[in-house]
């Protein structure tokens, strides 16, 4: 447990970043245990599933806190997330199980390239005008399914809640980007759930784990992270309605495509 403080301010920073852009703290979580479990001499082995099924169970509590946040500023399509539901806990829990199949460097690649393809679309995104509900376009159960199932796969596999995938979505259908926010906060809960329960029962049989793991979950990194992260998951959202995020946006992104090619270059150099 010597390890736990060092958690505390990677879930301020989670939380903060999950609230304001609704991209899931993973996006942050994740590339920081990699570096925390790289100092701390995890085995390689594990390290990358322990690093992405540790941020899925952390983002759970956190997506919840911003969610609740995003909903009293009435910025959560409640219709939307019981069409998705069904859809996303199916893609975490296959992306879960997909995740376990890949070696630790494929799934760190994999996840480098992903997360420069979203530092680059934050980069680039630009706020749209709030638009009422009444006109908006509603999905097909067919649409919703497919993309639901998609975004729970990667989003589970990614370690992250989905929010990367799901905002662009919405957007395309017509909503407002403070209200895709919170309804991507929203479609984290079930996505984050369902993989990290996949990502649990996975890891039960590996020999390699470190002490006071619960399958793939750091128990550590999990306490120290959603103890801070679940307040400044409320703090992002009240400041992503209150705050222009264009510049925001743009300086996370950097920061992201940083972490992302140090991801990628530690794993194939």
Known sequence: MTDFFMYLPLGVFAGLCAGLFGVGGGIVIVPFLLLAFEFFAKDPEVMMHMAV???LACVVPTAMSSTWGHHRKQAVMWPWVKSLLPFLILGGLLGGWTADQLPGDALAIMLGTFL???AFQLFIK????MIEAKDMQMPSLLTFGIAGTGMG???AMMGIAGGALAVPFMAAFGSGVRRAVGTSAAIGVPVAASGAISFVITGFDHPNRPELSFGYVYLPAFLGIVLTSTFFARVGARLAHALDQRLLQRLFACFLAILSIR???NTVA
């Open 53 to 55: 099924g540790t941020s």
């Open 116 to 118: 420069i393809l979203m």
């Open 126 to 129: 630009t706020d749209r005008p």
């Open 153 to 155: 796969w990667i989003s």
């Open 263 to 265: 991801l990628i270059w």
